[in-house]
């Protein structure tokens, strides 16, 4: 069969429309900022909903980052070995600029907030929305270049761009108890106490050990605190009214955790399933859950899929019920073997000491549970 030049171009254009369509219908966006990954898991160059993406030097770890613009020239990384070897450069680099960051462009003196590196190999300077100019980051773009350069790097690759934070207590005293807000205002704070919220932004953050499955659609740019909580409500919501569709995967064991963090929402996937497994079961629940979503009007819902461990609740219920009743005995013995003491007159170092006893949770995320913000989780029970 001879197929004309008019009516091929015309066969091509109907297989791209049928390819978006049929894209579209399972969540798929097609967009210039996205690409496919290993798995057919939607994965966005500079995905916001993977923290994966960023591994942060110091600072704060952002929930959620949106690219403001990018400078210089990424240097040609094609194996592993380059890879680690430049990003131990760039982790130097860190090093020789915490000191300068810290004093002048960083909270509490300025607007950056983390220091960090992206998948890619940019160095990452990320601000919190606000006052962040052209001026200012090229003001800052010109003290990593200088530093870079006597490193013997030319034209270092910067991504500029703003993190997600959530309020946040800082820890600046603790013998005193003196805690500042994060974003809050800092008039009121002593120099000391200035010093320590500059150190305390110096260091490493500290972020949960899980292991990613896949991370699927955008958070928003989100300016302030009113503008997060309103859309972990819009989260809520989404998950709230997907839940009855979501349970039968968790009575089947197959899901331990459904619920949402900051910025997006969470399916803790049981890790002992097969991988073919898994991957069906991730795309069936986030077509459930971005039907849903657009039927509340958003796009691209944010969810990342990890790998959880399950523990049998029913089972741990008798473990701890025989712990209790266990501990309860030796309150007693310890009760009287005191009272046995007291009315010798003799000494026992031991003596109604009890030792603690740690509750086991229903669900365990790899590396344990990670921090949620206005607690919103929903647990089949």
Known sequence: ?????????????????????????????????????????????VSNVDYDYYNYFFGMSSQGNTVITRHGELPILETEE?????????????????????SK??????????????????FVILFKYGNVDETLMNEVYTSVDNSAKEMG????????????????EIILDIEQGIIHEFGGSTNNLSES?????????????????????????????????????????????IAGSTQDEINPYMERGQVIIYGIELTRLEV?????????????????????????????????????????????????EDIEASEETNLSASK??????????NNSNSESDNGGKSSEI?????????????CLYGGWKFRKN
């Open 1 to 45: 069969m001879t197929i004309s030049k008019s009516g091929f171009i015309y066969l091509i254009e109907f297989l791209l429309i049928f390819c978006c369509t049929i894209g579209t219908a399972f969540g798929i966006n097609y967009d210039d900022n996205e690409s496919v990954r290993s798995g057919d898991y939607l994965y966005s160059e």
């Open 82 to 102: 380059q890879k680690e070897n430049w990003n131990s450069t760039l982790e130097e680099l860190s090093n020789k600029l915490k000191d300068t960051l810290a």
């Open 105 to 122: 462009y960083m909270y509490p003196h300025g607007e950056v907030i983390s220091c960090g590196i992206n998948t890619k190999g940019y």
């Open 153 to 168: 790097i030319q034209n270092i690759p910067v991504e500029f761009g703003y993190g997600t934070y959530g309020n946040r």
């Open 193 to 237: 106490e200035m010093h320590a919220l500059e150190e305390f932004m110096k260091k490493k953050p500290t972020i949960p050990l899980y292991k990613n499955i896949a991370a699927y659609g955008k958070i928003p740019l989100l300016k302030d605190q009113n503008e997060i909580i309103a859309w972990a409500d819009k989260l809520s919501a």
């Open 268 to 316: 803790g996937i049981n890790e002992t399933l097969p991988d073919e497994e898994k991957n069906t079961i991730v795309k069936e629940i986030y077509q459930i859950i971005n039907e849903e979503a657009r039927k509340q009007n958003v796009n691209d819902v944010p969810v990342i899929f990890d790998e959880g461990v399950f523990v049998n609740e029913i089972e741990t």
């Open 332 to 341: 007693d013995e310890n009760t009287a073997e005191l009272n046995k003491s």
């Open 358 to 370: 740690s509750s086991t949770p229903g669900f365990s995320l790899l590396g344990g549970l990670t």
